[in-house]
């Protein structure tokens, strides 16, 4: 089955987990890096990308 871009881009990009409390938050790149973004549930600034699953 052929994946979409569209629907990737949806599911993927920009979106980030929280480390602490595994919430799921959708945010630009460069503030998670320079920790500018917070989680809005725990405030925990430790956020890592969303994985893909692979089959």
């Not at 871009?5 to 993927?12: D, G, H, I, K, S």
């Not at 979106?15 to 725990?42: E, M, N, S, T, Y």
């Amino acid at each position: 089955m052929a994946k979409i871009p569209e629907a990737q881009n949806r599911l993927f990009k920009n979106v980030f987990v929280c480390k602490r409390c595994q919430h799921k938050i959708r945010a630009d790149p460069k503030k998670v890096i320079l920790g500018k973004i917070k989680c809005r549930k725990c405030k925990s600034s430790a956020l890592r990308p969303l994985k893909r699953k692979s089959k």
